[in-house]
């Protein structure tokens, strides 16, 4: 009998996850903190394009795209099987529609006019806006813009539980064994490299971004796999405290990998490149991992709170940070400066808007399965009180 997981679980109260659900909101924050940095370095498509960019953070957007999306499919994979087994088949598509679909249909259908009108203002000027839109020339941008992810979930998803329902009566042990075998190694973290190597080399070493709706199979393959990881791993969940060893470790071996990915990948081969960045991306996951088992297990009101608005902060970040770069183009302050302010702005707007319009709404229910009372004015009772 595989003995139960010592961490993770509030008894009692709501059975989740609490270091995996952190983990899987702070990849989905540091989205954000990417996208601010972009347009201020002068590399990667963005509607803002600071004219002073600065190259000082660059380090940071290698290591973040490298890994950030691939750790988050892998808890999106865990907690993707939890609900499965939790709740059965027609459960879990039903809210997988209502929770990743719905939100996917109704906030691009909002965002898209939004940020075409705002490309279009920057690009071309605020004339042409309008016959931009009445002319049918925005069509021509049609693009599911940040919210691609939620396109690939559902693929993602789908696989998911076609082969679970296919495999119903049959375990699978085989895959199980072979899989709890590679977690278990040291260098378990080259074993998963190894099998991720290929899409990567398939995009010249680099996870490509999307260029539109149409899936896109290079990108669903290299997601597909540390999804499968995430799957598998509910099911060996006894192998949690496994990522706490060599956490420091990992971290460490992390920053050659990054040096082959990274910095000289304008001298490295793309085969050679793309090893660098799934050797990099791989021992990031498994350091992350352990190191959010490691200190945010307890249950944390803060935590759970970020967790829960998270969803939303990513959601609708991209106006409200191409906004406030716009604004503070006229200050006469170097990039590196804006770059801090236009984070801890957006951020601090983006979660008093979801703690008043979104936390005790339908919206909320929507994106977090239920209504919730407002945190912040207890946050500033607590503050005051402390005084």
């Known amino acids: 009998m595989r003995p139960a997981p010592r961490v993770q679980v509030q008894s009692g ?14 990849m989905m924050l540091a989205g954000i903190y990417l996208h601010v ?9 963005w509607p803002y394009i600071d004219a002073n960019p600065t190259h ?30 939790r709740r059965g088949g027609r459960a879990f ?9 719905l939100p996917f249909a109704l906030f691009w259908t909002l965002m898209f006019p939004l940020v075409a009108a705002i490309v279009v203002w920057l690009q071309q000027g605020a004339d042409k806006v309008a016959p931009a839109f009445t002319s049918g020339g925005v069509l021509a941008r049609l693009h599911p813009l940040h919210l691609w992810f939620l396109e690939y979930l559902l693929m993602l998803y789908a696989i998911g539980a076609a082969v679970a329902w296919a495999f119903r009566k049959h375990r699978l042990e085989g895959v199980h064994r072979a899989y709890r075998w590679a977690v278990e190694r040291s260098y378990a973290p080259l074993l998963f490299a190894a099998v991720s190597w290929l899409p990567l080399a398939l995009m010249q070493g680099n996870l490509k971004d999307v260029d539109g709706f149409m899936p896109e199979w290079r990108i669903l ?34 920053a050659p990998a990054f040096l082959v990915y990274g910095l000289v990948s304008g001298r490295t081969h793309p085969l050679a490149r793309a090893a660098g960045n799934v050797v990099m991306c791989w021992l990031l996951i498994f350091a992350c991992i352990g190191l959010f088992l490691r200190y945010c297990s307890r249950p ?45 702005l957006a951020v601090t707007l983006l979660t008093i808007s979801y703690d008043v319009m979104v936390r005790p709404t339908w919206i909320g229910e929507l994106l977090n399965g239920r209504r919730y009372p407002r945190r912040l004015p207890e946050v500033r009772e607590e503050v005051a009180a402390a005084a």
């Open 13 to 26: 109260v709501d059975n989740r996850y609490h270091a995996l659900d952190s983990m899987r909101a702070t």
């Open 37 to 45: 940095v972009v347009g201020y370095s002068g590399n990667g498509s």
């Open 56 to 85: 000082a953070l660059d380090f940071t957007l290698g290591i973040i795209h490298g890994f950030r999306m691939p750790a988050f499919f892998v808890m999106a994979g865990f907690f993707g099987a939890l609900l499965w087994n």
């Open 93 to 101: 598509a039903s809210n997988r529609l209502r929770r990743i679909l």
């Open 221 to 254: 393959l290299a997601y597909t796999i540390p999804f499968g990881f995430g799957w598998l791993l509910f099911h060996s969940r006894d192998l949690l405290p496994r990522f706490e060893r060599g956490v420091w470790a990992h971290l460490a071996l992390a």
């Open 300 to 344: 944390s009101a803060r935590w759970r709170y970020m967790s829960d608005a998270s969803y939303w902060l990513y959601i609708m970040h991209l106006p409200v940070v191409v906004l406030l770069q716009v604004g503070l183009r006229p200050l006469p302050a170097p990039a590196i400066v804006k770059i801090p302010i236009v984070l801890s």
